[in-house]
């Protein structure tokens, strides 16, 4: 079946990188998502990548992906305080789409 | 605004209460679905509903009893729930394409329940 797995935190100085990697079983996944819940809110769409790119990079986010390896992650240049949430990945199985169980990125100053 | 409203957004409900969760959006979308959200499992999928059919019921207990008037209302119908069900109840919307492939989900702000 399908599962997507990431790691559960991630804490990061303020300026630095964040790389939140994620590994998820379906080969036959056309999209692949990161997506980010801030505090007390729903879910919203970051980014996404189709399967047949490996790179795909908006302003400060790039999204690696690596099909090989079924290896996704998301990058996060000059990370700053509002950058604090749960990341969830996802990947998209026809009609819906299966997530992670996200990854809380706290920043320190 | 991601154009998918959910009320109330918190509630708080005795076990013998009977209440209802309800959604909207405004995108012109085609199917909207239910998820849970708690600390021992992140994001469970619930219900999908493509052109107000029921597609998709994960194992979910009968105590939830969803509803799909029309494609742009979702509701979550609650009886005799009991306190593990307290989570965040997240909605969602999205076009379906002629295949039916999804291609991203828009979220509603959730509703917080708490089953006392």
């Known amino acids: 079946g399908e599962d997507v797995e990431q790691s559960l935190f991630l804490s990061v100085r303020e300026g630095d990188s964040s790389v939140i990697n994620c590994t998820y079983t379906?080969?036959?996944?056309?999209?692949l998502y990161w997506y980010k819940q801030e505090p007390g809110a729903g879910l919203q769409l970051l980014t996404y990548?189709?399967?047949?790119?490996d790179m795909k990079q908006d302003q400060r986010l790039t999204v690696l992906l690596n099909k090989k390896d079924k290896h996704l992650s998301l990058r996060i240049a000059d990370t700053q305080t509002g950058d604090s949430a749960i990341y969830f990945c996802a990947e998209r199985d026809a009609s819906k789409i299966i997530f992670g169980s996200g990854t809380r990125l706290s920043i320190r100053p | 605004e991601t154009g998918v409203t959910q009320t109330p957004r918190h509630l708080v409900m005795g076990m013998t209460n009977k209440k209802s969760l309800k959604c909207e959006q405004h995108?012109?979308?085609?199917?909207m679905y239910w998820y849970k959200q708690s600390a021992k499992k992140p994001l469970e999928l619930m219900f999908v509903?493509?052109?107000?059919?029921?597609?998709e019921n994960n194992s979910v207990p009968s105590r939830f009893s969803p509803e799909c008037p029309n494609s742009s209302h979702l509701f979550l119908h609650l009886h005799t729930l009991q306190p593990e069900d307290s989570a965040l109840y997240l909605c969602a919307s999205s076009q379906l394409g002629t295949s039916g492939g999804i291609r991203e989900l828009f979220f509603g702000e959730g509703s917080r329940l708490t089953v006392l």
């Open positions: 509903y493509n052109f107000k059919e029921q597609t």
């Open positions: 995108l012109g979308h085609n199917a």
């Open positions: 990548i189709f399967s047949n790119m």
């Open positions: 379906d080969s036959s996944s056309t999209y």
